[in-house]
Structures are given as C-alpha cells and as structure tokens.
C-alpha cells in the first residue's frame, strides 16, 4: 500500500482507485462547458462597477457595432423571469436579488447586462465596449460601516431555529474561579473552485437541457423552472463531473434562469463561461464573521460557564447566516450555556454555504479560546479538551451516537510528538525561527437526507447503478460503484455508475458531507431489493422476510454481514431460476427521523437532511484532532506551517483512499484559511480588491510540506444502514485555531483575527 491508499483499518473498505481516475489524467471527462453544442452563441457578462445606485443609462452603440454580436441583453429588455425564493425559505435560490429586472444596483458586480454573439471573443470585446452612467449611493461595505443593520437571527431565519441555552450561564460565569473573555474575527472568504461558474442552455422544441456544475442537479432542474415559470418535467441538468463545489454551486444562482431565456429567444444554443474575476460576485461566499467568547472553569480544568455570541454579515434582502452555535455549544460538557447569533445587513451579494459553514468560523473562535483558558489554567490543551470531553450534548442531555474525539487526540498526538513540546511560549526555536505546536479539536454533523436509487443487474454480473448524486472531486462514482459491487457480490469492474444527471433517480444536494451517507445508504436498499428478488427465486419454500432479516435487515451493516457469515448468491443460478436475464428495482430511502414531506420534496429538488443535533434521541457528529508546527522567523516574521497531522473518526470509512485524499485536503485548506485566505473589501465602495487568483492567496506545493492524516477506525450501528458519517468537511474545521494556537506558543502572541500574515506578527 501507498501512502495515498492507506491500508484498510477495522470497518473501512478497499482503497480502490478512483472510478473516474483514467479519464480525469487522460482528459476525457466532460465537465458542463466541453459539452458539445449545435451552433451555439456566446455570452458574456457585464457586471456592476458600484456597489449600490442605480444605472442611469446605457450606452450600447459601439458594443453593437462589434461584428459577430447577435444580442444585448439589459434591464430594459430582459426576458421577464419569476422571482425565486431563498432555499432556506422553501426556494432554490442562494440569493433573492435578481438581476437584469430593473435599473437598482443591489451589490458590487450584479449582472447588468448580457452580450451574446457568434463567439467568446466577440462577446468580451463588446462587453467591455458597454458604457453604463450609474447614480451611485454610499454603500454599506461590512461591520462597522455606516448603514448597516443588526438583528438577531432567529426570527429572521428560518432555518435559525435557535439559540442554544441551557442553566444559568450569567450566575456561573459570575462565580466561576477561572474566566476568559476574548473575541475573534473571520475574514470574507471565495471557494474559487477550479472551473468556472459557467452554464450552457440548449432547448429542444420546449424542453431544455442545462449543463451546469452544480452540487444539486434536482434543485438546479426545479428552481430555473420556477424562474421560467414551465414545467419542471420540461428542464434537465446533466453534469457528469463537477470541477470542485465547495458549497459554490450548492443553490441556483441567477445565471441560469437567464440564460436559459435567452437561448430560448434566440432559439440557439447559449454558452456562458463567466471571468473568474465574476465568480466572486454572481454567486456567493464565505461572509466575515465576528465571535465574543465567555468560559468559566474550576481550577482544575471543568468548564462551568459557556458563551458564544456570533455575528455574520448578509445581503439586504437576504437573511443568510450559517450559525454555529449549534456546535459550539454541544462540543464540550458543560452545565450553563448561552448563545446569540445575528446578522448585520449591508450592501453586499448575498453569502452562501463554504466548506464547513459553520464551523470553520465558529469552532476558530471555540478552539482559540479553548486554548487561551488551557494557558489560563496552565494546563495540557489535550488534558483540557479530555476533561470536558462528553457522551450526552450539554443542551438536550442527548447521547452521541459515537464519539471517538479523545481517541483522535491521542492518536494524533502520538504521530505528531506532541509530548516533545516545551509549554512555555518562546521556548522552542531553530537558528533565526520560533517554533510553535499547536492543537484543536474539529467536528462536523453527520448528516443524511433521503435519496432514491435505480440498480440493474444482469446475469453476467455487470451492473449498472443510477442516481442524481454528484461527483464534485470527493470519490462519489467510487463509493457508490464500491458499494453495489460489495452488495451484490459482483467485481468492481463489472459496475458502471451514472450520476450528475436530473433525469437519474433524485439524491440530495452535495453538500453538507452527506452523499456518502445518503447514496450508499439507498443503493445498498436498492442492492438488497435485487438480493431479495433472487433470494426468493432460488429459495421459494423459505420464508423471504425472515431470510431478508437474517441477511440484509436495515441497519445492519457491511462489518455486521460479514461477522454473520452472510454469502453473495449465486447469480447464475438464481438468474436461470427467475427465468429473466436482468433484474432491476428502483428503491426510496429516509433516514431515520426525516421529515413526513421528505420524499415529496426530495422530488421537487428540497433539501431535507436531518443529522447533527437535529436527530430525535440522539447527536451524530464526525470528530477529529488536528495537530500543526509552525515556524515564524523572528526578523522576518515570515510563518511557515512545515507540518499539519490529523487524526478523525467518521464511522465506516468506505475508501480510505479517498477518504484521506478528502481529509488531506481539508487540512490544507484549513491552513489555508488561518495564514493565507482573504476577500479584501474597499470599505469605501463595497467592492472586492483582490477578486482574483493571484491577488487571493491560496497555498502551493511549497507552502504545504508535510501532511499526515490518520483514519481511526470506528463502527457506528446507530446512524444510517451504512455506518458512514462522511468526511468532506471535517478536516478543514479547527486547522485555524490550531495554527494561531502554535503561533501564540512559538510568539507568545494571540492572534483573534484571520488571516494571519507576517505583518500581524509583533515579537
Ligand atoms: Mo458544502 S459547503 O455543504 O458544499
């Protein structure tokens, strides 16, 4: 075994290679811009200079005299589109304000006007030659600026139920003998997925075909429906492979409904692949937040008292917040806990989900103070996250259904040699660099949302599998080809996976860390159905529910089957029994606890994953812990993170080859996001500076030298038929805390604020 493909642990499956290995390094997979077309047109997009007014005039004569243009497509003569709502609101959209409907300028770079001609180049050179007078009125760029609002979330939100409270936070804080008071700041951040926000609309008579990268194909397919105001069964999304989500691509935005209507005026196909540049405003982001946290303890360590208020900027129209206080509060063991989360309405795009939505920022403020209390209390940060360590979440008293978070610390700990380390700040140097080692805990809700599958298998063996799940770059052709071959008993090269298309049984959204969860879950329903099918064909006199129990009951899972002995039938002769030469069953699947209008929406592109802290009876949560190096040179300041070791638990480990590409992954960007990540916004004119990839800094081969990621082995029966916690977005969560953790104890100074450049370095 290599490194990339870690041997296989208790409850983990094969490191297989990646189903779409061959032709993603040979170039052959389509991705939704190489999909052919016939005689499309060209667009491109002109974006607002201001970030709030309005457009007085346009000016359109020398864009119109370039040759090739075929169109210009303005408020003033846009298609008329019907508004789609937020998808927390019962929607699909990710922001409200839609473009191109009047001459009202909401954010910097909002679509203004969309030029269509015989080529790219015809169409950028004539967008560039669109000369727009606005009206421009003072904006509102961020916190603090003048114009801005700030109102609680829940109330606002609807998908903000509340704000986690449990005892008496004030009086504890009060009495307790320990206290820590300390505030945190997360910057804008862009997910920047390597391909580009493009989309290409092609109708046939009435019926389109959309090629978009998106991580929800059912809510893409429904929301431009919505937006057209026709038939859903009329709209198709097909996306075979995705260049990278992130979140990005999780909600519609307003690009397609767009272009899909004026392909349809035009009657031609229309391909737009906006800038990357345009990226960072006609879809969403992370938004700057700002965090205040309270802890009390005894002496010894146990927390008593637990605050986190949170803040997070959004749109005007939109209340969008991520809220993490769902986590923050039920991390740790503690008796008395208050929470808050606003949000401050400014001119901005409205912000969306990215990588770890809540956590990233929220656990940065937790773990950053967690550490602070530890110097506090001059205790082991490990010992202090061992002392509060806990089965039952401290606000419902409900049990975890597995928590393996102290296991993760240890073995992490272990690796990194993090017992090698002097406590003292300032006490571990090399030549001209400070060394510092640091540590924080990460976690992210397993979740799961109900998913439908469709599976054939033919006597020779080979299968074929279908769902509307997607391949964003996380292994999901892999898993799921991984799991009907395990399933039926069949070789993994005999089963073919089609995912990325509307027209396949619906899936949930990739996001949220749940397809793993969700799509191997129903496809091994689906598998058991066929199972079931052949099973009574060559064992008519037996009892089919008692055998079906016996061998493929819901809930038990692969590691279970296989510690019961169970057998893979024989095919051939089950085939010839049935007298039929292939078998197919298409199947639903809900977790646990999912709501009544779970399968009604799961087929009208709504999300309804359920998970995290919003089981019945129990908590499901992935953990993990993070151990990094850093070395700040002490005349330079420059940081340098030489080495990052992770250690997680997230159930069964269906691949751990992808599974640790995923995590690593994650690792880095988690550093990513302490020491390099930025939006830089001119507070002037709430406009983005640095908008793109040269001036928004993302980590290179140098900047990452060693990762290590370990993959505990943990069984969790309790979760979902498959055991899966998902892993998409646990390693990022914590690397933040964990890095300014190291650079207090290299320095000595406590850094709140991200990113960490060489210029916040004061020793
Ligand atoms: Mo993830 S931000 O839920 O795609």
Not at 166 to 186: C, M, N, P, Q, R
Not at 370 to 395: C, G, H, W
């Amino acid at each position: 075994m290599t490194a990339a493909a870690p041997q296989p642990k208790t409850n983990m499956g094969q490191p297989v290679p990646r189903y779409d290995a061959v032709v993603k390094v040979t170039g052959r997979a389509t991705y939704a811009s190489d999909m052919p077309l016939s005689d499309p047109a060209y667009a491109f997009l002109v974006t607002s200079a201001i970030a709030r007014g309005r457009i007085d005039s346009l000016d359109l004569d020398e864009a119109r005299r370039v040759r090739g243009v075929i169109d210009i497509v303005t408020h003033e003569n846009a298609p008329k589109l019907k508004d789609s709502k937020l998808f927390s609101n019962g929607g699909y959209a990710g922001t409200t304000i839609q473009p191109l409907k009047s001459a009202d300028i909401a954010h910097d770079g909002q679509i203004i006007a969309v030029v269509v001609a015989e080529t790219y180049e015809s169409a950028r050179d004539a967008a560039n030659r669109v000369k727009v007078s606005y009206t421009a009125t003072t904006p509102s760029a961020t916190f603090d600026s003048p114009g801005t609002t700030i109102a609680a979330a829940k109330g606002q939100n609807a998908q903000f139920k509340e704000d986690p409270k449990v005892g008496d936070f004030a009086k504890a804080f009060d009495e307790a003998e320990v206290k820590l008071t300390a505030s945190y700041e997360t910057p804008t951040q862009h997910h920047n997925p390597m391909e580009l926000f493009s989309t290409s609309c092609s109708w046939m008579g009435d019926e389109l075909v959309i090629y978009e990268p998106s991580q929800f194909v059912y809510g893409l397919k429904y929301g431009v429906a919505e937006q057209l105001g026709i038939d859903a069964d009329k709209v198709r999304v097909v996306n075979p492979y995705v260049g990278g989500g992130f979140g990005a691509r999780g909600s519609m935005t307003p690009r397609t409904a767009i272009i899909a209507a004026i392909a349809k005026r035009l009657n031609r196909p229309v391909k737009l692949v906006p800038t990357r540049d345009q990226g960072f405003t006609i879809t969403t982001h992370r938004a700057e937040t700002r965090h205040e946290i309270k802890l009390g303890a005894r002496p010894d360590g146990k927390l008593v008292a637990l605050r986190h208020e949170g803040a997070e900027v959004s749109s005007r129209p939109d209340a969008y917040c991520v809220g993490g206080t769902k986590t923050t509060t039920r991390l740790y063991a503690c008796p008395n806990v208050d929470s808050l989360v606003s949000i401050v309405r400014a001119d901005r795009n409205t912000p969306g989900f990215m990588r770890s939505p809540p956590e990233v920022p929220y656990l940065f403020a937790l773990e950053s103070a967690m550490d602070e209390l530890a110097v506090k209390l001059n205790m082991d940060p490990v010992e202090l996250r061992r002392i509060n360590d806990t089965t039952n979440e401290p606000i419902g008293g409900k049990p975890y259904t597995s928590r393996s978070l102290m296991a993760c610390f240890d073995e992490a700990a272990k690796a990194f040699g993090w017992a090698e380390r002097s406590p003292q700040p300032k006490s571990m140097s090399d030549g001209d660099w400070l060394i510092g080692y640091g540590c924080a805990a990460t976690c992210y809700p397993a979740h799961m949302g109900p998913a439908a599958a469709r599976v054939r298998l033919q006597r020779d063996g080979r299968t074929r599998v279908e769902i509307a799940g997607h391949e964003i770059g996380t292994g999901a052709y892999t898993v799921i080809a991984q799991t009907a071959a395990e399933r039926l008993g069949v070789p993994l090269e005999k089963v073919a996976v089609f995912i990325g298309d509307s027209d396949l049984p619906p899936a949930p959204v990739a996001g949220g860390s749940n397809s793993t969860a969700s799509t191997c879950s129903v496809v091994t329903m689906v598998c058991d159905q066929i199972r079931q099918r052949l099973f009574k064909a060559v064992m008519p006199g037996q009892s089919l529910t008692d055998k079906a129990k016996e061998t493929v009951g819901i809930g038990q899972t692969p590691a279970t089957q296989a510690a019961t002995g169970d057998r893979p039938l024989d095919l051939e002769k089950a085939f010839d029994a049935l007298g039929v030469g292939v078998v197919e069953e298409y199947g639903e699947w809900k977790p646990e606890g999912a709501p009544l209008d779970s399968f009604r929406a799961m087929h009208s592109g709504q999300v309804r994953l359920v998970g995290g802290h919003q089981m019945k009876d129990q908590i499901a949560y992935a953990f993990g812990a993070e151990f990094v190096e850093v070395r700040v040179n002490r005349f330079t300041h420059e940081i340098r993170c030489p080495r990052l070791v992770g250690a997680f638990a997230a159930g069964r480990i269906m691949n751990p080859r992808t599974a640790r590409s995923q995590l690593m992954g994650g690792l880095i960007w988690g550093m990513s996001s302490a020491l390099l990540e930025a939006t830089e916004i001119d507070e002037r004119n709430a406009r983005y500076v640095n908008d793109n990839l040269a001036d928004y800094l993302v980590p290179v081969n140098a900047d990452v030298a060693n990762v290590e990621v370990i993959l505990l082995s943990e069984q969790d029966d309790r979760i979902n038929p498959v055991g899966v916690k998902g892993v998409g977005e646990l390693a990022n969560v914590g690397t933040n805390a964990a890095i300014c953790n190291a650079i207090y104890h290299a320095t000595g100074q406590r850094i709140r604020k991200l990113p960490v450049r060489l210029e916040n370095i004061e020793v």
